[in-house]
Protein backbone atom coordinates (compact mmCIF):
# COMPACT_ATOMS: atom_id res chain seq x y z
CA UNK A 1 0.00 0.00 0.00
CA UNK A 2 0.97 3.29 -0.70
CA UNK A 3 1.96 6.34 1.63
CA UNK A 4 0.02 9.22 1.36
CA UNK A 5 3.03 11.43 0.85
CA UNK A 6 6.02 9.57 -1.42
CA UNK A 7 9.06 12.40 -0.71
CA UNK A 8 11.70 12.69 -3.69
CA UNK A 9 15.01 13.15 -2.90
CA UNK A 10 16.19 15.18 -5.54
CA UNK A 11 19.84 15.72 -5.64
CA UNK A 12 19.74 18.67 -7.94
CA UNK A 13 17.75 20.44 -5.73
CA UNK A 14 20.12 19.69 -2.63
CA UNK A 15 23.28 20.71 -4.82
CA UNK A 16 21.82 23.94 -4.82
CA UNK A 17 21.57 24.59 -0.73
CA UNK A 18 24.21 22.19 0.18
CA UNK A 19 22.86 19.39 1.42
CA UNK A 20 23.89 16.29 1.66
CA UNK A 21 20.89 13.92 0.14
CA UNK A 22 21.55 11.10 3.25
CA UNK A 23 20.91 13.77 5.40
CA UNK A 24 17.79 15.11 3.99
CA UNK A 25 16.50 11.52 3.25
CA UNK A 26 17.49 10.50 6.94
CA UNK A 27 15.46 13.95 8.51
CA UNK A 28 12.37 12.92 5.87
CA UNK A 29 12.50 9.24 7.84
CA UNK A 30 12.34 10.54 11.50
CA UNK A 31 9.57 13.06 10.40
CA UNK A 32 7.80 9.82 9.26
CA UNK A 33 8.17 9.25 5.55
CA UNK A 34 7.39 5.49 5.01
CA UNK A 35 8.76 5.42 1.45
CA UNK A 36 11.76 7.75 -0.49
CA UNK A 37 12.63 8.35 -4.38
CA UNK A 38 16.42 8.57 -4.81
CA UNK A 39 16.59 11.20 -7.87
CA UNK A 40 19.35 11.92 -9.57
CA UNK A 41 19.61 12.75 -12.94
CA UNK A 42 23.13 13.19 -13.65
CA UNK A 43 25.89 10.49 -14.23
CA UNK A 44 26.04 7.85 -11.20
CA UNK A 45 29.71 8.75 -9.81
CA UNK A 46 31.06 7.29 -6.84
CA UNK A 47 29.72 10.19 -4.63
CA UNK A 48 25.74 9.65 -6.26
CA UNK A 49 26.35 5.80 -5.69
CA UNK A 50 27.65 6.16 -1.97
CA UNK A 51 24.28 8.68 -1.91
CA UNK A 52 22.34 5.72 -2.63
CA UNK A 53 23.39 2.92 -0.96
CA UNK A 54 23.70 5.45 2.68
CA UNK A 55 20.16 6.14 1.72
CA UNK A 56 19.02 2.19 0.73
CA UNK A 57 20.53 1.22 4.31
CA UNK A 58 18.65 4.29 6.05
CA UNK A 59 15.63 3.05 4.62
CA UNK A 60 15.55 -0.67 5.13
CA UNK A 61 16.88 0.28 9.01
CA UNK A 62 13.35 2.38 9.03
CA UNK A 63 11.38 -0.18 7.28
CA UNK A 64 10.18 2.21 4.76
CA UNK A 65 10.53 1.48 1.01
CA UNK A 66 13.25 3.04 -1.35
CA UNK A 67 13.22 3.93 -5.16
CA UNK A 68 15.68 4.49 -7.33
CA UNK A 69 14.71 7.16 -10.68
CA UNK A 70 15.46 5.92 -13.98
CA UNK A 71 18.38 2.70 -13.37
CA UNK A 72 16.98 -0.54 -12.61
CA UNK A 73 20.46 -1.98 -12.81
CA UNK A 74 21.13 0.27 -9.92
CA UNK A 75 18.27 -0.48 -7.89
CA UNK A 76 18.74 -4.28 -8.16
CA UNK A 77 21.78 -3.30 -6.80
CA UNK A 78 20.67 -1.92 -3.98
CA UNK A 79 17.37 -3.94 -3.93
CA UNK A 80 15.27 -1.42 -4.16
CA UNK A 81 12.59 -0.47 -6.42
CA UNK A 82 12.50 1.39 -9.19
CA UNK A 83 10.65 4.76 -10.89
CA UNK A 84 11.03 4.89 -14.82
CA UNK A 85 9.42 7.53 -17.49
CA UNK A 86 8.13 7.11 -21.06
CA UNK A 87 11.55 7.54 -22.77
CA UNK A 88 13.08 5.30 -19.80
CA UNK A 89 13.50 1.49 -20.26
CA UNK A 90 10.10 -0.08 -20.14
CA UNK A 91 8.32 -1.55 -17.65
CA UNK A 92 8.86 -4.64 -18.81
CA UNK A 93 12.23 -4.91 -19.43
CA UNK A 94 12.55 -3.76 -16.15
CA UNK A 95 10.59 -6.03 -14.31
CA UNK A 96 13.27 -8.68 -16.24
CA UNK A 97 15.70 -6.86 -14.35
CA UNK A 98 13.92 -6.52 -10.94
CA UNK A 99 11.94 -10.17 -10.87
CA UNK A 100 8.56 -10.26 -9.79
CA UNK A 101 8.59 -8.79 -5.99
CA UNK A 102 10.69 -5.30 -6.23
CA UNK A 103 8.34 -2.59 -6.81
CA UNK A 104 7.89 -0.48 -10.45
CA UNK A 105 6.82 2.39 -10.62
CA UNK A 106 5.68 4.15 -14.25
CA UNK A 107 4.86 7.56 -15.00
CA UNK A 108 2.55 9.03 -17.11
CA UNK A 109 0.92 12.45 -17.81
CA UNK A 110 -1.87 11.92 -20.26
CA UNK A 111 -5.09 9.81 -21.03
CA UNK A 112 -3.77 7.53 -23.25
CA UNK A 113 -0.19 7.57 -21.47
CA UNK A 114 -2.30 6.14 -18.32
CA UNK A 115 -4.34 3.81 -20.34
CA UNK A 116 -1.58 1.71 -21.50
CA UNK A 117 0.18 1.99 -18.05
CA UNK A 118 -2.70 -0.22 -16.77
CA UNK A 119 -1.63 -2.85 -18.66
CA UNK A 120 2.00 -2.36 -17.55
CA UNK A 121 3.62 -5.00 -14.87
CA UNK A 122 4.11 -2.45 -12.27
CA UNK A 123 2.74 -1.34 -8.87
CA UNK A 124 1.56 2.10 -9.20
CA UNK A 125 1.33 5.02 -11.59
CA UNK A 126 2.50 8.70 -11.32
CA UNK A 127 0.13 10.77 -13.02
CA UNK A 128 1.16 14.44 -13.39
CA UNK A 129 1.86 17.41 -13.40
CA UNK A 130 -1.35 18.02 -11.81
CA UNK A 131 0.11 21.72 -11.20
CA UNK A 132 2.76 23.79 -12.66
CA UNK A 133 6.27 22.59 -11.81
CA UNK A 134 9.63 23.59 -11.20
CA UNK A 135 11.33 20.48 -11.33
CA UNK A 136 12.03 19.87 -15.00
CA UNK A 137 13.46 21.29 -17.63
CA UNK A 138 11.04 20.66 -20.03
CA UNK A 139 7.56 19.73 -18.12
CA UNK A 140 4.56 17.93 -19.64
CA UNK A 141 1.55 20.25 -19.87
CA UNK A 142 0.06 20.37 -17.00
CA UNK A 143 -3.03 18.61 -16.34
CA UNK A 144 -4.98 19.54 -13.53
CA UNK A 145 -7.61 18.21 -10.60
CA UNK A 146 -10.67 18.07 -12.97
CA UNK A 147 -9.13 15.41 -15.41
CA UNK A 148 -7.11 13.82 -12.61
CA UNK A 149 -10.55 12.96 -11.08
CA UNK A 150 -12.16 12.38 -14.44
CA UNK A 151 -9.24 9.53 -15.64
CA UNK A 152 -8.65 8.19 -12.36
CA UNK A 153 -11.42 5.82 -13.16
CA UNK A 154 -9.36 4.44 -16.03
CA UNK A 155 -7.29 2.60 -14.39
CA UNK A 156 -7.46 0.53 -11.14
CA UNK A 157 -3.31 0.53 -10.36
CA UNK A 158 -2.69 2.88 -7.02
CA UNK A 159 -1.80 6.47 -8.38
CA UNK A 160 0.97 8.97 -7.50
CA UNK A 161 -0.05 12.46 -8.56
CA UNK A 162 2.80 14.90 -8.94
CA UNK A 163 3.60 18.45 -10.04
CA UNK A 164 3.28 21.58 -8.25
CA UNK A 165 1.74 20.41 -5.29
CA UNK A 166 1.51 21.88 -2.17
CA UNK A 167 0.68 21.77 1.33
CA UNK A 168 -2.84 23.64 0.45
CA UNK A 169 -3.43 21.64 -2.58
CA UNK A 170 -2.57 18.32 -1.64
CA UNK A 171 -5.56 17.27 0.43
CA UNK A 172 -7.86 18.36 -2.67
CA UNK A 173 -5.64 15.98 -5.09
CA UNK A 174 -6.01 12.95 -3.04
CA UNK A 175 -9.75 14.02 -2.66
CA UNK A 176 -9.82 13.97 -6.35
CA UNK A 177 -9.03 10.19 -6.55
CA UNK A 178 -5.11 10.12 -5.89
CA UNK A 179 -3.46 7.77 -3.15
CA UNK A 180 0.04 9.46 -3.14
CA UNK A 181 1.25 12.45 -3.72
CA UNK A 182 4.70 12.51 -5.09
CA UNK A 183 6.81 16.06 -3.57
CA UNK A 184 10.39 17.24 -3.99
CA UNK A 185 10.77 21.26 -3.69
CA UNK A 186 7.81 21.21 -0.16
CA UNK A 187 10.45 19.46 1.48
CA UNK A 188 13.46 21.77 0.11
CA UNK A 189 14.97 23.85 2.91
CA UNK A 190 16.33 27.42 1.78
CA UNK A 191 19.27 26.22 3.96
CA UNK A 192 20.55 22.89 4.61
CA UNK A 193 18.69 22.55 8.09
CA UNK A 194 17.69 18.81 9.08
CA UNK A 195 15.27 20.06 12.21
CA UNK A 196 13.01 22.29 9.33
CA UNK A 197 12.96 19.37 6.97
CA UNK A 198 11.94 16.65 9.69
CA UNK A 199 9.22 19.57 10.56
CA UNK A 200 7.74 20.09 6.76
CA UNK A 201 7.45 15.75 6.60
CA UNK A 202 5.31 16.15 9.95
CA UNK A 203 3.38 18.96 8.48
CA UNK A 204 2.70 17.01 4.90
CA UNK A 205 1.45 14.02 7.13
CA UNK A 206 -0.66 16.48 8.98
CA UNK A 207 -2.15 18.18 5.83
CA UNK A 208 -3.20 15.22 4.00
CA UNK A 209 -4.73 13.35 7.09
CA UNK A 210 -8.06 12.80 5.55
Given at each position: MLP?????????????????????AEALLEGGARILQ??????YTRA???????IAGLCANAQAGFIVNDRADVALMLDAGVHV????????????????????GY?????????AGGGEPVHYLAFGPVFETRSKEQPDPTVGIAALARLRTLTSKPLVAIGGI???TAAEVLAAGADSVAIIGGFVPATPDRAD??????????????
Open positions: RVYPIVDTASLERIEMDPADFFRHKGDAWDSASRGQQDLRPADARSVLGPARWISTHNEAQLLTLEVRERMEEWLRATKL
